[in-house]
């Protein structure tokens, strides 16, 4: 965020705000100039700025905005901003295990909390520098089988509302909005406050390998049983995909009983001793690891003495290498093939807190997409989740793709919220993510980075109809739904590429959506005094209105997500769309009186 010139504090609300600020999301890849970005220090007066708006029919928006973690802008607006870096408190119940959090606490450091008090959460993103609230409002994930999206973790919420100002919502308070609140994309409220189930603090015992492409299936549902935590990395052009799994050891989960490749890796883990518990990691040593990366930089920049660069991560190597030529197959194919040896040289095993093992270097500036699909219960055994990549990697053989390392596929337990990718009504049923990537090397041209984006968008294109095909829906802080100016509209509506990025039709509805139950009008949630668990089973004329007018992307969403519910309490708690901003729009229709 740029420095404000102006900093004042709006009369009607008694909040404080900053003008000509000009904000640019962490990849770099979004950008707005929000009218004011107001930055209130309570719940009280996100409510009192909300409320007032209402009461006042004013036009004017307010979105909240976190940390512009998020890929595709999701908090962005040219609109009004509403910054809760200010309601950042921590307050750790220890002796129920639990945390509550203001909304504008990040993850690192309500993960610093709990650490004094033994405690910690039981799954989070690979990055924690995201606001609590924008973290679980986008149904963000770590990775486990056993272990939902981070929305799960929450128990109780308050959000501010420009109709009804605060509201508290659990599973014993007004339990059906509690379940479309906890990810709702901030369009049904601003949440204020969190409170999240927490476990005790642990630390993980992680085993790094790497096995051909063909020998992944062997032990693969072993791997996803029997450790709490499972992360592939598929290495395309190199035949190549890097397993990370890791388990406690305070307390060991469960024998590990496996055909898995890794087990000369892990054969004594079950004799763990204390003091091997406490050993440090055993991997190669980054030098040694990255000499692959290094040799090839100075093959392709021979002028390079080796010891200007032998400095440089191997997250900075890689960047360094693809910077050459980003968009050369043959280029990506050898950096990739130079990853692939880093990994093996990686080969091995570390023990520290699952704070520092689940968190990890993601790279530099980039373009990402990912999806999130059912692939049944672990008993099942569908092979879905091993077979769709096998088919990504297929498809960028055939078309001369430039795709960098890596594919990342990671899985969580089903979610209870419905708007989560991730949601089934089975609590059985476990979901694949899946994402694939392109960087965005520093010194780039606009020009530059826009042919990126363009090869970028073309690589999403050639895989719509797998993930069709698959039921996959993207994670919703990845969604891109506009075009670039380069990218115009094919003049067929029937053409694949277009259909993928307004979201096209698809008669692929999950078994896991929702049961229908819609309520009418604002009977449930703008009413203190009535029953928020009853739900009418009516239909507005304008769900059914907005039914017949469904854009094909938000058609595709509904196929997905009981989207008229959701329409339904974003017309009781915001009717004039002050919480709403483009993509939401875009996304799920604009329901606003105006």
Request: glycine share 6%; net charge neutral.
């Amino acid at each position: 965020m740029s420095s404000a010139e102006c900093k004042e504090r709006d009369p009607h609300s008694g909040v404080a705000f900053e003008t000509e600020q000009v904000l640019t999301n962490w990849s770099g890849t979004h950008t707005c100039k929000p009218k004011r970005v107001y930055e209130p220090h309570s719940a009280q007066e996100v409510a009192r700025l909300l409320q007032y708006a209402y009461k006042t029919k004013s036009r004017e928006r307010f979105r909240p905005i976190g940390t512009a973690l998020s890929p595709n802008g999701l908090g962005f607006s040219d609109d009004n901003l509403v910054s809760l870096a200010a309601i950042d408190y921590v307050h750790v119940d220890a002796a129920n295990r639990l945390v509550t959090v203001g909304a504008g606490a990040r993850v690192s450091d309500v993960l610093r909390a709990l650490d004094h008090e033994g405690l910690t959460l039981q799954n989070f993103s690979s990055i924690q520098e995201q606001q609590m609230a924008g973290w679980t409002q986008v149904a963000a994930h770590g990775t486990g089988a056993t272990l939902a999206t981070v929305d799960d973790m929450i128990v109780r919420m308050q959000v501010a509302t420009p109709t009804e100002g605060l509201l508290t919502l659990s599973r014993e308070q007004n339990a059906h909005l509690f379940s479309f609140a906890k990810v709702a994309l901030g369009s049904l409220g601003i949440v204020t406050e969190l409170t999240l189930q927490c476990i005790p603090k642990h630390r993980l015992r992680e085993h790094t390998y790497s096995v051909p492409v063909a020998d992944i299936h062997k032990g693969h549902y072993e791997r996803l049983r029997h450790y709490r935590h499972v992360r592939y990395m598929w290495l395309p052009h190199a035949d190549q995909v890097t397993v990370v799994v890791s388990n406690p050891i305070d307390g060991l989960v469960a024998d590990v009983k496996t055909t898995d490749p890794a087990a000369e890796i892990v054969k004594n883990y079950q004799q763990t001793t204390a003091a091997a518990a406490a050993a440090t990691t055993t991997t190669t040593t980054t030098t040694l690891a990255t000499q692959p990366l290094l040799d090839l930089y100075v093959k392709l920049k021979p002028e390079t003495p080796m010891s200007s660069i032998e400095r440089f991560s191997f997250a900075q190597l890689r960047d360094m290498l693809l910077a050459i030529a980003p968009l050369d197959a043959k280029h990506v194919k050898a950096v990739n093939q130079a990853e692939a040896e880093f990994w093996k040289r990686s080969t091995g095993s570390r023990v520290d807190d699952s704070i520092n093992v689940l968190g990890f270097d993601c790279g530099g500036e980039q373009l990402v997409f990912e999806v999130a699909f059912p692939i049944g219960s672990l008993a099942e055994q569908t092979g879905k989740d091993i077979e769709l990549v096998q088919r990504i990697l297929k498809k960028i053989q055939e078309l001369g793709i430039a795709a960098p390392s890596p594919i990342e596929q990671r899985w969580t337990a089903r979610s209870t919220s419905p708007l989560s990718p991730a949601y089934s009504t089975r609590e059985e049923d476990v979901f694949s993510w899946v994402g694939i990537i392109m960087y965005l090397p520093a010194g780039k041209t606009d020009a530059e980075r826009d042919e990126i984006r363009h090869a970028f968008h073309a690589y999403v294109q050639s895989l719509q109809p797998l993930f069709a095909e698959y039921k996959a829906h993207a994670h919703w802080a990845k969604l891109e739904v506009e075009y670039t100016p380069m990218d115009a509209a094919p003049s067929s509506s029937s053409s694949s590429w277009w259909n993928y990025f307004v979201g096209g039709s698809s008669s692929t509805t999950p078994s896991t959506t929702p049961p229908a139950t819609t309520v009418t009008g604002n009977t449930i949630s703008t009413s203190s005094s009535v029953d928020r668990k009853k739900r009418p089973d009516t239909i507005t004329a304008a769900s059914l209105l907005e039914h017949v007018q469904r854009t094909p992307l938000q058609a595709r969403v509904a196929s997905r997500y009981p989207v008229q519910q959701f329409n339904e309490y974003r017309r009781a708690l915001d009717p004039r769309g002050i919480l709403s901003n483009d993509f939401v729009n875009a996304v799920f229709g604009d329901v606003s009186k105006r």
